[in-house]
């Protein structure tokens, strides 16, 4: 009798380690599914803090060299929407040929919503 026994023991415990494997494995993606997204919006301004209707925003995937553009609306907004949160990001913005400085998004920044105003000398 102990003989049966032990082999369905075993396989019980090992029955009971894949599932808890199995369920493990599982939760971290789902995690990432919900979460794994961040936004980025803003406003392109002049230096004296006034909206450039049509400047045009970048947004450079640091994995591949993506590049994104965004033209601003009348009121310099631009918004970028399903970025990876696990991917650094740079951001720059042009308005008749001058250029804003370049701002970094990393992935270490764990908002879900990045608020981030870029400005152009005029």
């Not at 369905?8 to 939760?27: D, I, K, N, P, Q």
């Not at 400047?55 to 918004?79: F, M, P, Q, W």
Request: aromatic fraction near 8%.
């Amino acid at each position: 009798m102990t003989r049966t026994l032990r082999p369905l023991r075993t396989s019980a415990c090992l029955v009971a380690a894949l599932v808890l494997l199995a369920a493990a494995g599982v939760a971290p993606r789902a995690r990432a599914q919900d979460f794994g997204v961040k936004q980025l919006q803003g406003k392109v301004l002049s230096s004296s803090e006034a909206a450039l209707t049509g400047a045009i925003v970048y947004l450079e995937n640091s994995r591949n060299n993506d590049i994104k553009s965004y033209i601003t609306e009348t009121d310099g907004a631009y918004h970028f929407a399903n970025l990876s949160a696990d991917t650094d990001y740079t951001v720059w913005a042009q308005f008749k040929g001058k250029k804003s400085s370049v701002k970094t998004i990393s992935s270490f920044d764990s908002r879900r919503k990045v608020f981030l105003d870029l400005h152009i000398k005029n």
